[in-house]
């Protein structure tokens, strides 16, 4: 198996992403967290990013086409984070924190909550979720959120609290919302990585002071219980997780002593994927490649500059090879199959434009040069 894009092979490196300036009329500032780059209900992809003045959208024009249509601006004041997830049911749910300054004190801070239902239509409404501190300046501490939505419908909000612990927001059976529920943890390091399996369980996990902590549901939709603590290091920014096998979830994260990507599933050891110190949190996608169940990776180094590899799933130990890009990106990369079942990875380059660069025909992972959308 082999990772490498069309016109860079002969030199061993991905290529085909290429920095230039947004031709749209909105410039993308950075992606947002989270699996921006999504498949929806009728096989088209959706891309979205932060503007300075809300979110951006980017829509494939047909199902596996190279045609896009966008950036459509939807504005929305405030946020200061903005984090995507997608449910089975392919609705896309957008969790922000909002900051609003005021004259007389730290500014009040809320999490909003806002869904699009199907590829191209409107964002709903932008939907207070609160916030648990009714202290201005703890309020004005609240974390950045993340989240899952479980196999069942339901969306779970995590997000730190004023005191360092992890706090919990969810929805409930006909549309409710439960209050916010404290989950304790202690010194904890944003962000929040979840993962929803197909079994209709979500799990949590959070690097510490020099400590992993997790929570695990007994059943679908039930309470969260704290996993024992595991004593390991987790560089802020960099969590994120998938699920590699039957409810079982492997969560990718940097190493802060060495700068590189680790891979860990929760009783296992800490595997190392080598490579050049990494920028913020990988981007991850399970997909068959050549018949095998691989996982494909996606980051950017300390110089902006893209890093793809792929391994078989669960498989890191038999050795990750990074192919280093030769252009820059600003944000997370993101990756995700088409209608077509082929790899796709998309980047946001140094002038604030969307390019895509997809998987071609030959074996292995192979990409075509990417475009500006």
Known sequence: MRTRSGRGAAQGAATGISAGGASAPHRAETTLAGSWLTLGKDGRLTAYARARTGLLRWTQ????????????LFPVSGLTDLHVVQGADTYVHFLGRRE?????????????????????????????LGNPHKDAAKAARFGRPTGAVSAGGNVHVFARNAGGGVMLRRELSGGKWSAWTDLKGRLVREPVAVVA?????????????DLVMRWTQE?????????????????????VGLETGPGRATYYWTDPETGSVVAYRPGGPVIPLDGAPAEGPVAVLRVPLDGYDCTVLARRDGEGRVLLAACGTENEEAGVWWARTRERCVGTPALARDAHGRVVLGVVDTGGALRIARQNDETGLALAPSAAV
């Open 61 to 72: 024009a047909r199902p596996g086409g190279a045609e896009w249509t966008g950036p459509d």
């Open 100 to 128: 609003v300054p005021k004259d007389d004190g730290p500014p009040a801070v809320d999490v909003v909550h806002a869904i699009q239902y199907q590829t191209g239509r409107p964002v709903t409404e932008w939907r207070s």
């Open 197 to 209: 399996h197909a079994s209709g369980h979500v799990e949590a996990l959070a690097g510490g002071q």
């Open 219 to 239: 059943k679908p939709d039930g309470n969260f219980g704290q996993a024992p603590t595991v004593p390991l290091s987790v560089a802020p920014g960099s969590a």
